[in-house]
């Protein structure tokens, strides 16, 4: 089955400066990947997603990245606030045909005021 | 729209005992998927449903099973309950049937003792 890796686990910064965050996944047929941030008690939520088809994504502060001959793709994060303050998951389908995520073990993000 | 949502909430039970958690996904949703978030594990996938049927499902022993209502709304069972199947469930619901976006509930906290 497809397996994920997310780095890093813990990542500070500055508020107003940029972060990154990394993932991995093992199965070439996987063609849809879904970022979600998840602060403390609430559930997890989209915060923009990418096809295999496109090799970059940008929405406002967050943009994603996606090497599909690498099997790689990130997260960055610009103009960092304090806001942004949450666990990150990265995640890529199943090739299965149907609605399954395969999860990164997330990035406790801490922005400093 | 109303959002996804679980119930009920929180969950307290006894090793050995079932417990059963149930979704309701947002009107239109046909697919609902089921994980479970534990710190130690992250985000794993336990199955998902389509229109009634179980097109998926994750690397968890038999104790864990679900099924679909012809209204799309889901439920997941847990038979003889471990100390170890303490965690948060999120139920997913997803507007297309495969490879897009899901939506999660607020999860049912269950802790076993």
């Known amino acids: 089955g497809e397996n994920v890796e997310q780095h890093p686990s813990t990542l500070s910064v500055q508020e107003g400066d940029s972060a990154v965050i990394k993932c991995t996944y093992s199965?070439?047929?996987?063609?849809?990947f879904p970022w979600y941030k998840q602060e403390l008690g609430k559930r997890p939520q989209l915060i923009i997603d990418?096809?295999?088809?496109?090799g970059e994504k940008k929405d406002q502060r967050i943009a994603v990245t996606l090497n599909k001959t690498a099997k790689h793709f990130s997260l960055h994060i610009t103009e960092t606030q304090p806001e942004d303050s949450a666990v990150y998951f990265c995640?890529?389908?199943?090739?299965?045909?149907?609605?399954?995520?395969?999860f990164g073990t997330g990035t406790r993000l801490t922005v400093i005021p | 729209k109303a959002g996804v949502t679980q119930t009920p909430r929180y969950l307290i039970k006894t090793r050995g005992q079932q417990v059963t958690l149930s979704c309701s996904p947002i009107?239109?949703?046909?697919?609902v998927s089921w994980y479970q978030q534990t710190p130690g594990q992250g985000l794993q996938f336990l199955f998902e449903?389509?229109?009634?049927?179980?097109?998926n499902k994750g690397n968890f022993p038999g104790r864990f099973s679900g099924r679909q209502f012809s209204n799309s709304r889901s439920e997941m069972n847990v038979s003889t309950l471990e100390l170890g199947d303490s965690a948060l469930y999120l139920c997913?619901?997803?507007?297309?049937?495969?490879?897009?976006?899901?939506?999660f509930g607020q999860g049912t906290r269950l802790t076993v003792v």
């Open positions: 449903y389509f229109s009634e049927t179980q097109r």
């Open positions: 009107s239109g949703h046909r697919s």
């Open positions: 199965d070439s047929a996987s063609n849809y």
């Open positions: 990418i096809r295999s088809n496109v």
């Open positions: 995640a890529a389908s199943g090739a299965t045909g149907a609605n399954n995520l395969f």
């Open positions: 997913a619901s997803s507007p297309e049937d495969m490879n897009t976006e899901a939506f």
